[in-house]
């Protein structure tokens, strides 16, 4: 159930990811890493709150300080694992594929983000 609910909330937070990286660099003209970046850090905050209350629920779960922080250090290596997926990606198939590249950049970071949110954020630890 727990792979369910991830996958629910990371689908959702895809959606608001790309709609914002494609309206960012489409409409306001950043560079698609750029629009990437700000699409992934945006929709990542909204996922940790929905995974804390939602994903990884126990009956003591509450938002944690501790947990928020190692989900930002997650993060840290979600947002290398995209922006330099979607960077190299433009370079190799140009900037007007620019959504096949958004999305390939999201398929790989979201592996990254699953792995890093079971097996480091929110594993169960006493006193948490």
């Given at each position: 159930?727990e ?30 890493w ?20 939602w994903?990884f ?18 993060l840290?290596?979600t ?7 979607v960077?190299?990606l ?39």
């Amino acid at each position: 159930m727990e792979a369910a609910r991830f996958f629910a909330v990371a689908l959702a937070g895809l959606m608001l990811d790309l709609a914002l990286a494609w309206v960012a660099s489409r409409v306001f003209g950043l560079p698609l890493w750029m629009a990437a970046l700000l699409g992934l850090v945006t929709a990542a905050g909204a996922n940790y709150i929905a995974h804390e209350l939602w994903t990884f629920q126990n009956a003591s779960r509450k938002l944690s300080i501790k947990r928020a922080f190692r989900y930002g250090l997650g993060l840290t290596a979600t947002v290398g694992t995209r922006v330099g997926t979607v960077a190299i990606l433009a370079i190799l198939f140009g900037e007007e594929h620019a959504l096949a590249v958004l999305v390939a950049g999201a398929c790989v970071s979201y592996l990254v983000n699953f792995l890093i949110s079971k097996y480091f954020v929110f594993r169960k630890i006493p006193d948490e």
